[in-house]
């Protein structure tokens, strides 16, 4: 058998688990290399699930043939030969791979450090060229071969989504908390497996508090398939909404977590229907920061790969339900974590894992701040930035170096000009703004 990883350039991986299907023959030995007495040729061929390039839909099949190396190096040959075919859904074959020896191979335990040396030499560049290799040939494939373009679909749940952001790690946080409360004040007791996006720790298995002896607790897992499900989870006003919307009403290419048992799943959501909106704790500052969250709220982005009618209707529906002035999750947050420190434990320790630089330690109103801040800027920059949360930093560089090229430029002409008062105002005003901008970075 033979583990195969398949990655992409968006940071998502796919293992394939394959077996052999045939024997040892002499053509599994490449010209000019020696034929071991038992060497296997290992042949496979699976379809293709899992989103590479661009160029290529997500349909299809690999086939890969190889020599075995294992039985190779026994007879003390040394034969590497490895050949992928990408075939299309017409079964015709688009792209050729292949990788393969062509001299002795070197054994890392007996180098001496002129071979590590040569040996770095001669590789080290390949790293830093291989993305712009990738740009290259995109860009010829793309505007001189006219190929078509087919945009990155989410990932299914037999692959691993991509890296999680800071932002999608502090929500994923507050998200289990309030899985948790949901599992507690479920409508019947229930138990609950929860596996986050890759990257954000294992599998944690919820049940509810009240559970007796002789009760059996109703079954259900919720898989998160990539960690956008998290940014696009907090622009929901209704987590009925959410969760339908993400697992069982998009098309595959577009889902970002899979339910089991979703005929259970009205037991998870039924203290959800019944939250009231909860009062903001805070000063006058505190509640304008809650109310232009509430406004900044709109319908999750686009999907890449809409679903024609059935993508404008969830996503329609989604604009229907804000009625709310904050959503479920909001609720949660601004009511102390439901007054249960456990669920504000539960937060703190999960940041820590996930992003244990933030120093995430505090009560609900420092957590409950790090929440409503994480979403605001999701929300600017899903609405404003075409959803790159780094232009918030870029903007925010950009304007610093405006006020204080505008500031140098007053102290500097106001020698020239005699220090007339129309420039010290000018200066003051510059100087001002580099304040006032701080003071609303902080709202």
Not at 11 to 33: M, W
Not at 61 to 83: F, W
């Amino acid at each position: 058998m033979m583990v195969l990883e398949v990655n992409n350039t968006f940071g998502e991986r796919r293992l394939y688990l394959l077996k052999a299907g045939g024997k040892a023959t002499d053509d599994s030995v490449p010209d000019g290399f020696e034929a071991p007495a038992k060497a296997t040729k290992f042949t496979n061929a699976w379809n293709k699930d899992f989103h590479v390039s661009p160029f290529n839909s997500r349909k299809g099949t690999y086939s890969l043939t190889a020599a075995d190396p294992v039985a190779a190096l026994k007879s003390g040959s040394k034969v590497l030969d490895n050949t992928v075919v990408l075939n299309s859904s017409q079964a015709h074959a688009k792209l050729v791979a292949r990788v393969y020896s062509d001299g002795d191979h070197m054994d890392p335990t007996t180098m001496s450090t002129s071979q590590t040396l040569r040996l770095l030499a001669s590789w080290f560049w390949v790293g830093f060229l291989t993305f712009p290799r990738i740009i290259t040939q995109a860009y010829k494939l793309y505007f001189k071969r006219k190929l078509h373009v087919w945009f990155r679909p989410e990932v299914l749940a037999s692959s691993i989504g991509r890296t999680h952001t800071s932002s999608e790690a502090i929500l994923e946080a507050f998200f289990l908390a309030y899985l948790s409360y949901l599992v507690d004040t479920a409508a019947e007791p229930v138990r609950l497996t929860y596996v986050p996006a890759g990257g954000l720790g294992t599998s944690t298995t919820l049940t509810s508090k009240h559970l007796a002896k002789d009760q059996p607790p109703t079954e259900l897992t919720l898989r998160i398939l990539t960690p956008a499900f998290y940014t696009r989870f907090a622009h929901y006003s209704h987590t009925t909404n959410a969760l339908l919307s993400e697992s069982l009403h998009n098309d595959p290419n577009n889902r970002t977590c899979v339910i089991e048992n979703a005929e259970h799943l009205h037991l998870l959501l039924s203290s959800s229907k019944q939250s009231t909106t909860a009062k903001c704790k805070g000063g006058v500052l505190d509640q304008y920061r809650w109310h232009l969250l509430q406004n900044l709220r709109s319908a999750p982005p686009a999907s890449a790969n809409p679903d024609s009618a059935t993508d404008i209707k969830d996503r329609a529906s989604v604009q229907d339900t804000r009625k709310l002035p904050l959503s479920h999750l909001d609720n949660f947050i601004l009511s102390g974590f439901s007054d249960d420190g456990s669920y504000t434990e539960m937060a703190a320790r999960q940041l820590t894992k996930n992003l244990p630089t933030i120093f995430p330690h505090g009560d609900s109103i420092r957590l409950g701040n790090l929440y409503r801040n994480t979403v605001t800027r999701v929300f600017v920059a899903d609405t404003y930035l075409f959803g790159f949360e780094g232009l918030i930093d870029v903007c925010d560089v950009l304007v610093r170096v405006a006020l204080i090229g505008m500031s140098f430029r007053g102290f500097a002409s106001e020698g020239v000009v005699g220090g007339g008062y129309g420039w010290r105002l000018y200066t003051w005003a510059a100087v001002s703004g580099i304040h006032l901008w701080n003071v609303v970075k902080c709202f």
